[in-house]
């Protein structure tokens, strides 16, 4: 049971660049959720989606684009990197709104960094 | 502007003790209460969840939550060194609504 992976673990990139971090869970879960980690921020929600073709921005998203074709996917792309996005990404999905607990469970999260 | 604080710590205990982490948060609709342990350099993982006011044991773990006060704690009893982390408190207001995090407490047992 692979459960939720993101992609790539690291990445380094230079500013202006547009990188893409893949998100990919085999639960079916119908909700998906990223958020960055910095240290005296804690988690922050950049962006979520309820379903395919669904999504909404949370309290960070400027900079950020995702999408959502097919619902064991959430790829989050960063258009043009800049310094202030060095950060670690977490990708959670859960299966709330279907009488369960809302819990959310994470991947194990990529660590990027903008020069 | 919806809140979950948490005292950052970091807080010690030795080994066997118990340790106390608490949150408080602001919006009094909220209906779900998670705690996540969170090791360093790892993805948070879920410890438990509370809804209704009161206690709710897990082993080692006790979640209390009271509305009226707009506060969760969690205890861990005979703490272990393998204890030491982060610990993020999350609330929900609505189903289906992202987790609101608080920054974490961290905590240390000292063998």
């Known amino acids: 049971d692979a459960g939720i992976t993101q992609s790539p673990r690291y990445k380094i990139t230079e500013t202006g660049r547009q990188v893409t971090l893949m998100c990919h869970q085999t639960w079916s879960h119908s909700y998906m959720f990223w958020y960055r980690q910095d240290l005296g921020h804690g988690l922050r929600l950049i962006y979520y989606s309820a379903a395919a073709d669904i999504t909404d921005k949370g309290e960070v998203p400027d900079g950020y684009v995702v999408s959502r074709s097919k619902t064991e996917n959430f790829p989050l792309t960063l258009e043009s990197a800049t310094r202030s996005q060095t950060s670690v990404y977490f990708c959670?999905?859960?299966?709330?709104?279907?009488?369960?607990?809302?819990?959310?469970?994470f991947g194990p999260g990529t660590r990027l960094t903008v020069l | 502007q919806k809140e979950v604080e948490q005292n950052s710590g970091p807080l010690s205990v030795p080994e066997g003790a118990i340790a106390s982490l608490n949150c408080t948060y602001s919006?009094?609709?909220?209906?779900?209460f998670f705690w996540y342990r969170q090791y360093s350099g790892k993805s948070p993982e879920l410890i438990m969840f509370i809804y209704s006011n009161g206690d709710k044991e897990d082993g080692r773990f006790t979640a209390q939550l009271n509305k009226a006060s707009q506060y969760v704690s969690l205890l861990i009893r005979d703490s272990q060194p393998s204890d030491s982390a982060t610990y993020l408190c999350?609330?929900?207001?609505?189903?289906?609504?992202?987790?609101?995090f608080g920054k974490g407490t961290t905590l240390s047992v000292s063998s």
């Open positions: 959670a999905s859960s299966n709330a709104g279907l009488a369960t607990t809302d819990t959310q469970y």
């Open positions: 999350a609330v929900n207001g609505q189903a289906g609504t992202a987790l609101i």
């Open positions: 919006d009094r609709g909220s209906q779900s």
